[in-house]
Structures are given as C-alpha cells and as structure tokens.
C-alpha cells in the first residue's frame, strides 16, 4: 500500500512539474534565419526549456507561428495564443491588438500551429510584445519574450520579399488544360505560367524543364501530335517571355498517346487536352 501510494505521488509530482507556467528567460534567446529558394523561417530555441518558437512562410502561403517542445501535449486540449507586455512595459494594448487575445492554435503531434493571425502575431511581437501561450488550466502557460527579435526580423522579411510566388512542392508537376481547338494561351493560363516561371529563375538548382503536349484521340494522330506541341510551344515560349532560359526547356508533342482518363467522355477529353510541364533539380 505504501508502495503504491509512493508511486501516485511521484506520477502527481511528475504532472505538475509537466504544466507549471514557464517563462523563456529574456536574456537567454537567440534568433537564427534560415532560408531556401522557396522558404523562409525564424525561430528561437531554449534547450534548458525544451520549447521553439518558428516563424515560418513558405511560397505562396501565408504566414505560420509554430510552437514546438516535448511538453507541448501536457498544455491540454485546447491551447490558446495571446499577446502579453514585456515585463518591464506598462502599455494598454490598442483594439486590434485587443482582437488577439484568445486564437485558438492547432496541435500537432509536439507542435502547436497558429493558422489564423500569424501576421498580426508577428507584427506585434517584433514591434516588442511578448507572446503567450494558455492552456485549460492556469498553471498551464507559456511565454515566449520578443527580445534580439527585432533585429534578425530584417533579415527574415528580405528573405520573405524574394519568394517565388509558388513553391517547387506545388509548382514541380503542372497540367494546364485546353479547350478543343485550343492554342493560344488564356490570361489564367499565362498567369500560372509567369508564377512557375518565377519560380525557375529564383531556384538555381532548377537545371531542367520538361513541357509535353497533348490531346484526345479526337482526329488523325498525326494532326494530334502537331497540335500539342504547338501547345507545348506556346507555353515554352511565355516562360522565354517571362526569363526562363531557353537551353533549360525540352518540348515533346505527344499527341494522344498516355491519356489521364478515358476518352469516351466529355470530361475524360478535356482532362487529356492538356500541357504537362515538369521540373528537374540537379542530382
């Protein structure tokens, strides 16, 4: 019995010493930048703590705040996101700010993601707020000073102004799809093609550009083939337009050959009337 109460106690010990507030030492966080041709983050880690705070933005998407930490699962369930003054500040917050007060973050695994106001969150705490994050309970707190931040924000916003407007991950396999007699390229079409095409002159380990056309079985082959790679070409040509070089782009015109869907419906040919373009990194 002694043993068995022994052992709740020191489980309780162990709960409690797992959700107590924490504050991130002010005088102990330091801000690092990394960057890649179509990412950019900031974060500060407190090994003794065991906590990251990442400010994070990829191409072509908004904004994240990311808290990370191995006792980021004991907060509870429901964890929210607010500004806090600096200890040494007696400020009244503004209404926008006063807006921040309770956003709800979303957990994963030992993550806790802010999807919603990530902006305003970053704006404010560069600007000198600090951020808290609550758990169920009272004890159950995080905060995270703003302190060395304003200086590496400089560096993280260049990083964020010279993203491509798409990311590789969502840009590297791209169909563009065509009417029935299609050639020349829609406003749209030409816009997702200046997008990719940004993307290839900020990333240099982009070495190669595959563009393959083709359509439905709807005419003679021989027709079929010269039709896509006209639109092979057409596409070629607008990312020429827009810098891409041209030694990078290789064009096929494949005709109907390798249909996405069947060609006995409507839908199915106009799934197939369509331009590929892929793009290779170095090895």
């Keep these: 019995m002694n043993k068995l109460k022994h052992v709740v106690v020191v489980a309780a010990l ?12 002010f005088d102990e966080v330091k801000w690092e930048v990394k960057q890649k041709s179509d990412y950019c983050s900031m974060s500060a880690q407190h090994n003794g703590k065991g906590y990251t705070l990442r400010f994070e933005q990829r191409a072509g998407s908004a904004l994240n705040m990311i ?11 429901q964890v929210n996101v607010s500004l806090d003054n600096a200890i040494w500040s007696h ?34 705490f560069k600007s000198g707020w600090w951020i808290t994050y609550k758990g169920q309970a009272p004890s159950q707190t995080l905060t995270f000073p703003s302190t060395g931040v304003q200086a590496k924000s400089v560096e993280f916003d260049q990083c964020v102004a010279t993203l491509p407007l798409v990311g590789f991950d969502d840009a590297h396999s791209t169909a563009i799809t065509f009417s029935n ?25 982009i070495s190669k550009v595959y563009i393959d056309g083709y359509t439905d079985n709807i005419g003679s082959e021989i027709a079929n083939i010269k039709l896509s790679k006209k639109r092979a070409s057409e596409v070629a040509y607008a990312m020429v337009l827009n ?38 990194k170095k090895q």
């Design 14 to 25: 162990i709960v409690a010493v797992d959700v107590q507030a924490v504050t991130i030492p």
């Design 67 to 77: 808290l990370m930490g191995r006792s980021v699962v004991s907060m509870g369930a």
């Design 91 to 124: 400020r009244q917050r503004t209404a926008d700010q006063a807006l921040l007060m309770s956003v709800p973050t979303q957990a994963e695994s030992d993550q806790l993601m802010t999807m919603t106001s990530s902006g305003r969150f970053y704006q404010a």
């Design 181 to 205: 007699g299609q050639i020349k390229l829609s406003y749209t079409q030409l816009k997702s093609i200046y997008n990719i095409s940004d993307l290839i002159n900020k990333d240099s380990d």
């Design 243 to 280: 810098g891409v070089k041209k030694d990078m782009i290789r064009i096929t015109g494949q005709g109907p050959r390798n249909p996405l869907r069947s060609n006995a419906t409507q839908d199915g040919r106009d799934q197939n009337r369509r331009v590929e373009i892929r793009l290779i």
